[in-house]
């Protein structure tokens, strides 16, 4: 494990430590010095893990696939000539959930998807199996503050938009054909106060039914082709944008 924390070459998710005595502290620094998120749980939960299981005291989840930074995904998105198309994730914890954005979003071209460190689910065998072999030809972040980021993404020139079911605006009403991050909260809660206030402005789907609010899979496909169609039809007239 610390052979492991040191060459950082292994897509490390997270750890779970007995404790942060003399015995674990260099573990935990090591760790924390890789921006891997250490959590400290009670006996009874390593024995749900590993059943009549040997593990010292410390368990490690190991991503599918590594992590692209920031710099990494813009720059490809240069390279290519391309208009930036992101998608960001406030605490998104099913599995399932990330598995099947991460399919809608490689299939609409999305050309990175960043989820936050804590309180999110993280690329675990069941988000790649989910998401059909999409996790191996698109992009995923893992950032610490999502509104560090959406502010960078702002200073580098894109618009920022929340998907949210109170919004005023719809989703087919704003032009995005531009540089563009669309975030879409987590089951439950949504997006996040803080983080709907750093948007450029929010948007929702209209609904019909009953029902306020989609699945957050099935709101990405809604939202993420409509970007889609608008890209594909150059002649759309569309309002223009104001920061």
């Known amino acids: 494990?610390?052979?492991?924390?040191?060459?950082?070459?292994?897509?490390?998710?997270?750890?779970?430590?007995?404790?942060?005595?003399?015995?674990?502290?260099?573990?935990?620094?090591?760790?924390?010095a890789q921006r891997v998120p250490v959590h400290i749980e009670p006996p009874a939960a390593f024995d749900r893990l590993l059943p009549g299981g040997r593990h010292q005291g410390v368990i490690a989840f190991i991503a599918a696939k590594s992590y692209d930074t920031t710099e990494q995904i813009l720059e490809r998105v240069k390279t290519r000539g391309e208009k930036p198309f992101l998608v960001l994730l406030d605490g998104v914890e099913d599995p399932h959930n990330l598995g099947a954005v991460l399919r809608t979003a490689e299939a609409a071209g999305v050309h990175?998807?960043?989820?936050?460190?804590r309180r999110a689910v993280g690329l675990t065998p069941v988000v790649a199996k989910v998401s059909a072999g999409?996790?191996?030809h698109i992009s995923v972040g893992r950032v610490g503050n999502l509104i560090r980021l959406i502010q960078d993404l702002k200073e580098a020139g894109l618009w920022v938009y929340g998907v949210d079911p109170s919004a005023q605006k719809l989703h087919t009403d704003i032009d995005l054909t531009g540089p563009i991050a669309l975030v879409l909260g987590g089951e439950g809660e949504g997006i996040r106060p803080g983080v709907s206030g750093e948007c450029d402005d929010r948007i929702r789907i209209p609904m019909q039914g009953r029902v306020q609010s989609l699945n957050v899979s099935a709101a990405?496909?809604?939202?993420?082709?409509e970007v889609v169609r608008q890209r594909c039809l150059p002649n759309l007239d569309r309002p223009i944008l104001n920061r």
Not at 220 to 225: E, S, Y
């Open 1 to 32: 494990m610390r052979e492991a924390l040191r060459a950082g070459t292994r897509p490390l998710q997270r750890l779970l430590m007995l404790r942060t005595d003399r015995q674990f502290s260099d573990l935990a620094q090591l760790a924390k």
């Open 220 to 225: 990405a496909a809604v939202i993420l082709f």
């Open 112 to 117: 990175g998807v960043f989820i936050p460190e």
């Open 134 to 136: 999409a996790l191996d």
